[in-house]
Every structure is written in C-alpha cells, then in structure tokens.
C-alpha cells in the first residue's frame, strides 16, 4: 500500500472511531426539563436521578452524572444500594454540558457524592443509624461494569446478615470483577472488616482511587479481602483509615492480590495482630510493588507498615519510613517483619536478607507537608528492579511514565532504570495512557514521551517517539479525547484516541524512524491539527496524543501505534 493510501485508510479510521454507546443523564440540582435521563437539559433530576438512570440502563449504555449528592433509597431502606451492572460505565465528575469523559472538569473541581446518607444529616451531627449499609453493591459482575469518578461517603455497615456488617463502602462477593476508578472513600464503616470495601471470592480492580477516614471494626480499615482472587489497586491512596487489625489492607487467605504505585500514610492499627498498613496472612500471594507507606502505626503490635503473617508477601521497590510500633518505635521491625519478602527498597533502619535494599532516608520533596515525591539527590532514583514489575503498570501515582532515566544519577538496579516508591522522578509531561499497546515487530511496544513546557505561553512540547521499527514512516496524532480501538482498519495496534482526530502530516511532519527506530516533533500549541483546521489548546485544556507508524507482520505491510501522552497545558 503506498504512503498516500495508507494515510487516507487511517483518516477514515479516525472518523470512524467517534462513534459512541447511547448515554443516559443524571444532575441531581436540574429542576427544569423533561426529565427522562435523554440528554443534559432533559437529565434525571433529584438526589434518586441515578437510580432512575440505572433502572432502565442496558448493556451498551453510558450514564454521565453531575456534580451534587445521589442517594441509594428513601429513609428506611438500609439495604438498598447503587448496583453496578455489566456492559454500563458510570461517570461522575460533570459540570453539565460535556460530551465525554474527557471533558470533564479536573477532579474535585465538580464532585458526585454516592451518600448512605438517606436522611441527609450526617454533617450536621445527625444519627448515622439510617445510613443504608452499603454505598454500591457488585452482584454478578465482571470488569466491563465500570464506576469513575464519584465519592462514595457515609456507608454503616453495622447490620448482621447478608454481609451487613461489612464493606461499608463497596461490597463485592460471589466471584465479581468490577473496575473502580477516580473513585474517593471517605467516612465509611463498618463493625466487621472493610470499612471502604468488603471483598470475598472476588477479584475487582481499583485504579486511581482514594480511601480516607474509614473505620473497619474488626479487620481492614479500608478493606477487607478475604478468599479473593487476582485483586488490583493501582496508584491508589490510603490515608487515615484504621481497625484493630489491618489500618488500610487486610489480605487473607487470598491468590495473587497486586498492590502497585500506590501510597499509605496515617493509618492505624489499634489491636494485637497490628499491620499499620498492610496485614496479610493464613496463606496465599500478595505483590506489593513501588508503593510508598510512611507514617503508619500499630498501637499495640510492632509492624506499623507491613505485617506478613502465614502468607507469601513479596515487596519490590517500595519505600517504608516513619512507620510506627507501640510508643512511636521506629526501628526496622516497625516498618515491616522478616516473615516478608523485600527487595531493592529502602526500609527505616535497614532490612536483612533481600537484594538491593537501602536504609539511607529517601529525600522526599516535603515530607512533614505529604509530598512523597523524590528530590535530588535522592537514593531511591534509578535503584529499582523492574523485573518484578507486572505488565500493564506502565505509570507511576501520577500517571508519568514508571521507567525514566535520570542522566545525572547512577543507575544501581538491575534492568531498565526505575525508581523505589509511588512516584517516578522525571521531567517528562503529561500522563501515559493506553492499555493495552501491540507489540510491534521489534518486539515491544512503541513508546510516546513528550518533553518542553505544559506553558502555553512557553509554547515548547517536543513529542518523541521510539522503541518503532527502523526506516518506517509514521507521525503523530492529536485530540480532546481518549478512547480505544483495537485493530483500526487492520492495523496490528490500537488506537487510542477518540472524538475529533487530527494528524500531524503537513509539510515537514511526516517522519522517518531511520537507523535509532524513532522520531521526534516539535509542534505548535497554537495549532493543534484537527479534521475542522488547525486549533490553539487552551489553559487548563487537555490534549491527548500518539503516534502512527508502518510497521509489517508476517513480511506483509501493516501499521501500529504507540502508546499516549496526555498533556493538561497552563498559562
């Protein structure tokens, strides 16, 4: 196929892929329109608006909620909650009027509460005794019912059957899988195990989520796993949260459980099985992996970090500091206990018998102030071990690039440079995303960095892509949105962006990978292409960006794609 016609089938596909499921509206403040959920101005209206959304939802089906308190039931109805459902992605997050996900506003900025709340009087000191127990329940889901972007808050898990005492936040049993993101836990409880999350039998994914001041009784102040499966939480944040045993994660008797750029700080273990941030045991596999855990305690057990008890728990470049044992001890066995596996990570006083283990403080950027990100110099640069990475982890907490090379500081772990801890000391921009990326015939996946200024007023974004096949053309593309197609017009990749997609192929712009396997553009946030014309990126907008590529397979010619970066510009 000649570069002409190859370019002319992908803009084909790009035009192709803006198409997009039937969504439903909820806004709980609306008080004018028709009501019936068909677009903003018609939204489902009322604190019940996405319940009524859910109740005529159907496989396919977005619903796009804004900002304002939802409630589960009508005072009385405790064990009525929210219900993920198959095939169904709910996103909060609006401000009303956007057109995708992408465009909402940054989080925090328009807030969608899940409240167990059904009387409305918890903030202002009322009984939490009519709290429904749950805020959303997961009965028979796999990972295409997605929740994003809410707060769930007030859940009372202080019943007795049918799980009632647990998961006060999110319950998930019986063999589910739902995927959980942009998600924040707060306020929830329970009197058995889970304060945030009670989970059995199942294996659910949480990416990007917080949980906060939640208090689990007996066992987890922010979960409670028990029995389950491959369980993920990926660049989450644990703070605050206590039980007796297990402050933020309780991890029993459960196969493959995977805790990765994630951070835990101030939670507490108030009990004599301790475990300040993690408590696993009576068998099973936990990987904990560049996670940060600092400023965690255990009131009347040693472990204040992590405390691996009759389990298998392999910890690979983490960074466990400040954590605390009875009477604010803060020696080695007060970070985590020798029954773990700890390798190429700092721990407070030192740890025996791993690899590539440091005891020299990790420089944090503020650390009295929470900022757990590495200055220079710092040890935890560069001294990681990326073999045990699992695939599919490619970000750190931020959402920047996990393997970046830092030219000033000696790279002292085995293979590509990584650092200890939640957070990748880099000076690229933006965030990566795509998941999953193809292979492409060298036999890894084309990787997409952007370096320069998220300044407008800068305008200095050069986009690099490499790791490609040698002498192949490609460029770069660019658009507001995310999104996924796999295989687009028979390419071996996937395309990961959505919406309006414009292409970087003007005079001077289509590139080469030559002899390195990579090319590289400078462009012009003044003129951003897109199918309309050439646009300027505003402040406080974000343009999401990958690049195309020839590529072969089999000796026949095809294309492939790089993985994105997402760029948020300022002033």
Do not use: K
């Amino acid at each position: 196929m000649t570069a002409r016609f190859a370019l002319a089938a992908v803009a084909a596909t790009f035009l192709a892929s803006t198409a997009s499921a039937q969504t439903l509206f909820a806004d709980a403040n609306l008080t004018t329109g028709a009501n019936d959920g068909s677009s903003w101005s018609n939204a489902f209206q009322g604190p019940d608006a996405l319940q009524s959304a859910l109740a005529i939802a159907v496989p396919g089906n977005d619903i796009f909620v804004a900002d304002g308190t939802y409630v589960p039931a009508a005072v009385g109805a405790r064990a009525t909650s929210f219900r993920l459902a198959n095939d169904v992605r709910i996103f909060g997050g609006f401000a009303g009027g956007e057109t995708s996900p992408d465009g909402r506003p940054a989080f925090g900025t328009a807030v969608s509460i899940l409240s167990a709340d059904l009387a409305g009087d918890d903030a202002t000191g009322g009984s939490r005794a009519e709290n429904a127990y749950h805020v959303v329940r997961t009965g028979g889901t796999n990972s295409t019912a997605i929740l994003d972007g809410f707060t769930l808050q007030g859940g009372n898990a202080n019943g007795g059957g049918s799980s009632n005492d647990r998961g006060g936040g999110i319950l998930c049993t019986g063999g589910v899988s739902p995927t959980i993101r942009n998600c924040v836990f707060i306020d929830n409880s329970c009197t058995f195990g889970g304060g945030a999350g009670y989970v059995n039998g199942s294996a659910p994914r949480f990416e990007g989520c917080s949980f906060i001041d939640n208090r689990g009784g007996s066992f987890g102040g922010a979960f409670d796993i028990a029995g389950g499966g491959p369980i993920v939480f990926d660049g989450c944040y644990f703070e605050g949260n206590q039980a007796a045993r297990a402050g933020a994660l309780e991890i029993f008797s459960t196969a493959n459980a995977t805790v990765v750029n994630s951070v835990f700080v101030g939670n507490v273990a108030t009990g004599s099985s301790g475990g300040g941030a993690f408590w696993v045991g009576s068998g099973g596999t936990t990987r904990i992996a560049n996670c940060t855990i600092v400023g965690n305690s255990s009131t009347t057990q040693a472990q204040g970090g992590i405390r691996s008890q009759g389990a298998t728990v392999n910890a690979t470049n983490c960074i466990l500091w400040d954590n605390e044992g009875p009477g604010g001890a803060q020696a080695s066995a007060n970070q985590v206990n020798s029954a773990a596996n700890v390798t190429y990570s700092i721990v407070e006083g030192g740890f025996a018998g791993g690899a590539g283990n440091l005891a020299t403080d990790p420089n944090f950027v503020d650390l009295a102030n929470g900022d757990f990100r590495l200055a220079l110099p710092s040890p935890a640069i560069d001294a990681g071990d990326t073999g045990p990475i699992p695939a599919g982890f490619a970000a750190d907490f931020d959402g920047a690039r996990r393997v970046f090379d830092e030219p000033g500081t000696a790279n002292t772990g085995p293979g590509a440079p990584i650092d200890m801890g939640a957070f990748e000391f880099t000076t690229n921009l933006g965030i990566v995303f795509c998941d999953p990326v193809a292979t492409n015939s060298t036999g890894v996946t084309g990787r997409l960095d952007a370096t320069g200024s998220t300044s407008l007023a800068a305008n200095d974004v050069t986009l690099v892509a490499s790791r490609l096949p040698l002498n192949a053309f490609g460029f770069f593309i660019a658009s507001r949105q995310r999104g996924f197609t796999p295989n687009p017009a028979g390419s071996t990749g996937n395309l990961c962006l959505g919406g309006a997609i414009g292409r970087y192929v003007g005079p001077g712009q289509i590139q080469d990978s030559g002899a390195a396997g990579s090319f590289s553009l400078t462009i012009d946030v003044t003129a951003i292409p897109q199918p309309t014309g050439l646009v300027p990126a505003a402040v406080g907008e974000s343009w999401s960006f990958q690049a195309w590529h020839r590529d072969s397979l089999l000796g026949f010619p095809t294309s492939n794609f790089t993985d994105g970066v997402r760029i948020t510009f300022g002033s």
